[in-house]
């Protein structure tokens, strides 16, 4: 197999791994958006429903950041073949429905909304280093072709 081919095939396997980080981030936002209007809600006085609630998409986000968190690492070891560097990690802080659940208050719903706020961009800014990596990947995709083409 040719140095182009081979680059060819790794190229499109990390696009692969990317595009599925990228869709792996989309839900934990989904879920976090939601988290975060239920967040809301809460704080206003929404009600041992609303909290409830808000605690399930919470858990919810926290199981899809695990799987955000392999889609990345797996991305990662694809960019390795194709020797392009992207820094995204994913990661959430457990403290959340400690503190919410012990201090069910105006104070502690306030800080869980902080916290999902603050979840919510890190995992935007990690979405955005990802598609970054993405174009990177597919700019060289189309230098592999365009080069394949001429020979």
Known sequence: MSNDASLLRETEEAIRAGQEAHSQAQQVLDTLRSAKGWGVYDLL???MLSGLIKHSRMD???????????????FNRELKDV???CSASAELS???RIAD???????SDWTVLSKISTAK???????????QALDQLQQTRRRVLERMNRA
Not at 68 to 73: D, G, N, S, V, Y
Not at 101 to 107: V, Y
Not at 121 to 131: G, I
């Open 121 to 131: 961009a890190r995992v935007e800014q990690t979405d955005a280093q990802l598609m």
């Open 45 to 47: 006085g929404g009600g």
């Open 94 to 96: 457990a403290f959340w």
């Open 101 to 107: 659940l012990a201090w069910d208050g105006l104070i």
């Open 83 to 85: 020797r392009v560097q």
């Open 60 to 74: 919810k986000a926290q199981q899809q950041m695990e799987d955000f968190r392999r889609a990345l690492e797996r």
